[in-house]
């Protein structure tokens, strides 16, 4: 067994915005990040793709997107819903559509699978993309037994409240000192659009500021961990 820390750093939303993409861009190119997950039904997503597509040090997932909750009033409403999530076969059409598009997009099959909001870790979204993920050969968020998914680097808490300490550079340092061997993925959403539609909105902006600080280089170095990307794995996680 590896005592060595590999660290995949996964930027969601790609897509999302030109802003969105602005900052994802910057925190890998100035930053950590080494992954993106791409919103292919979001309106820059083909802008997305045309960076990634010239720029393969970043690899490219699908982040399935079938549907969005927003906080109002103090209570969870849909915001929006692709498809109803109890429909396993419209739920198995639109993730099928998806894949379609980013294959259209891209030019390729997507590095790894995850969802907008994490939709994919219930029932019967989760058994279709599992499935999906075991048929291409992709690891698919949560449901990879190699990979460890840390969420931990967020801006907010319960119900949307504010929680800036979640993504400074003392946790996100904090984050590293408490990394496994193995290979773990951490989530981020940076993002430079300060008009965004989204009730993480500027946390984004701080998230870009974090993830490109030079200290937080520096303390993977620290550490000794090794930042890879899904394209990147090491041999003994492939």
Known sequence: MTTQRYLIVNADDFGLSV?????IIAAHERGIV????????????????????????????????LGEWTLRAGEWMQAYEVVP???PAAVACEVARQLCEFRRLMGREPT???????IHRHEPVREIVTALGAELGLPVRD???????????YGQGHKCAS???GITIANLLAI????????????????ADEALDSAYCTERLAEVTTLCDPQVRAGLHDEGIELVSFSTLPAEQE
Do not use: W
């Not at 802003?19 to 900052?23: C, E, F, K, V």
């Not at 449901?143 to 969420?151: D, E, L, M, N, V």
């Not at 408490?178 to 981020?188: D, S, Y």
């Open 19 to 23: 802003g969105t993409n602005a900052g």
């Open 34 to 65: 080494t992954s993106a997950s791409l919103m292919v039904r979001q309106p820059a997503a083909l802008a997305a793709a045309e960076y990634a597509r010239k720029n393969a040090a970043l690899s490219v997932g699908l982040h399935l997107d």
């Open 85 to 87: 999530h109890d429909d």
């Open 112 to 118: 790894h699978l995850d969802s907008h909001q994490h």
């Open 143 to 153: 449901f990879c037994p190699a990979i460890t998914y840390r969420g931990d680097f």
């Open 163 to 165: 929680y800036p300490e």
């Open 176 to 191: 590293f000192r408490q990394l496994p061997p193995g290979l773990t993925e951490l989530g981020c959403h940076p993002g």
